[in-house]
């Protein structure tokens, strides 16, 4: 591992359990851009991603209810570290660099850190997943209560889960490790 990654994953560690203000620096502001407009096919993909030196979310920007979402991590772990995929409610997305930077300063990218149960000791995380709410994706973190999030640190690595967000949900989402990597992807009526 390199010095970025274990930078990034010590850090989201020792907020997670000592409350420590944890300053990352991955440059440049990322979106999530990608499929069409339409309705995805399912099931409906988005992709971590590092290009020009940037971390990036493509991929679906609509999915149907009740079919799947599929997450993917093409990133090398040693060109920045670890990922998570997870559902925040739109207005808890840091929107600035400052913000960005200062998102385990008692904000939204501790909650995740303390949800994923990452041991300052080990470096390690306690749980890869944590569901709320219904099975499948539907619940955002929000100030008072805990989301749905997915944590990777390997390439190509996937993972799969229905949709059960009502339709007209617009599901918010971002990286807890690089809160610069956001996007959005409405929920729309299943067949």
Request: with cysteine; charged share 25%.
């Amino acid at each position: 591992m390199d010095k970025r990654h274990l930078n990034a994953r010590n850090g989201l560690a020792a907020v997670a359990v000592a409350g420590a203000l944890v300053t990352l620096s991955v440059g440049g502001a990322a979106t999530a851009s990608g499929a069409d407009a339409g309705a995805a096919a399912s099931p409906a993909t988005i992709t971590m991603k590092f290009e020009k030196g940037k971390f990036s979310f493509k991929g679906a920007k609509t999915v149907r209810r009740g079919a799947k979402l599929r997450i993917r991590n093409d990133t090398n772990p040693r060109s920045g570290g670890p990922h998570t995929f997870s559902l925040v409610r739109k207005r808890l997305l840091p929107g600035t660099p400052k913000e960005q930077k200062q998102c385990f300063a008692g904000n939204i990218c501790l909650k995740l850190a303390m949800a994923h149960e990452f041991d300052e000791e080990t470096g390690k995380v306690g749980k890869s997943l944590v569901r709320v709410g219904k099975r499948g994706w539907d619940r955002q973190f929000t100030a008072s209560r805990r989301g749905d999030t997915w944590y990777s640190e390997t390439d190509g690595e996937t993972f799969s889960q229905k949709v059960s967000a009502k339709p007209g949900t617009s599901l918010s989402y971002l990286c807890a490790i690089h809160p610069e990597m956001q996007g959005t992807i409405k929920v729309i009526a299943g067949r």
